[in-house]
C-alpha cells in the first residue's frame, strides 16, 4: 500500500505528534501541504489529512491544498485533528472538510480525533488546556487507527 499523510501542525506540533504514529504504521511519509504537489496523490492508495484546529477551523493551509485539488480523485483518504476543545454542531470543522474532499472525488474511509495542548489567545490566560495531549494513551489510540485502517485498505485491494 502507498500512503502519504499531508499534515499541518503548527503551534505545539500535536498534530504532527499523531501524524507520526499513523505514518509509521502505514509506511506513509508525512509530509507539510507545501512540501507536496497535488499530482504526486495520485501514485497513492490512501492519502491522510491531518490538521490542527485553529478558531475551529482546519489550518487554512491544508484547507487551501485540499481545495486546490483537482476533482475526480477516486483516492481513499483519512481524516485526522487534534484540538484542545471538542468540535461542536455548529462548528463542524471536521466532518466540513470530509465533506470537501469527498467533493473531489474521494473516499473518505475513517476519521481520528484526539484533544492537543491550546493555548489560543482566550485560554492561553488560564495557562491553556489539555496540557500534556496528545499522551500516549493518545498515539496508542492513533496507532490502533492507523491499524485498523492499514487492514481495511489491504483487504479492500
Do not use: W
Not at 486546490?68 to 477516486?74: A, D, T, V
Not at 473531489?104 to 493555548?119: L, Y
Amino acid at each position: 500500500m502507498k500512503a502519504v499523510i499531508v499534515c499541518r501542525s503548527v503551534s505545539h506540533g500535536n498534530t504532527r505528534k499523531v501524524a507520526d504514529v499513523i505514518g509509521e504504521v502505514l509506511g506513509a511519509r508525512v509530509v507539510d501541504p507545501a512540501e507536496i504537489d497535488a499530482t504526486e496523490l495520485s501514485s497513492c492508495d490512501v492519502v491522510g489529512f491531518g490538521s490542527g484546529v485553529r478558531n475551529m477551523a482546519f489550518y487554512p493551509e491544508l484547507l487551501q491544498f485540499a481545495r486546490s485539488l483537482p476533482g475526480e480523485q477516486r483516492r481513499r483518504a483519512f481524516v485526522f485533528n487534534t484540538s484542545g476543545l471538542p468540535e461542536t454542531p455548529l462548528r463542524r470543522y471536521r466532518r466540513d472538510f470530509v465533506g470537501l474532499l469527498e467533493q473531489k472525488g474521494f473516499e473518505v474511509v475513517d476519521t481520528f480525533s484526539c484533544f492537543g495542548f491550546d493555548t489560543f489567545l482566550p485560554l492561553l490566560i488560564v495557562g491553556g488546556v489539555r496540557k500534556g495531549r496528545p499522551n500516549a494513551a493518545d498515539l496508542d489510540a492513533a496507532r490502533a487507527f492507523a491499524e485498523g485502517l492499514r487492514a481495511r485498505i489491504d483487504g479492500a485491494s
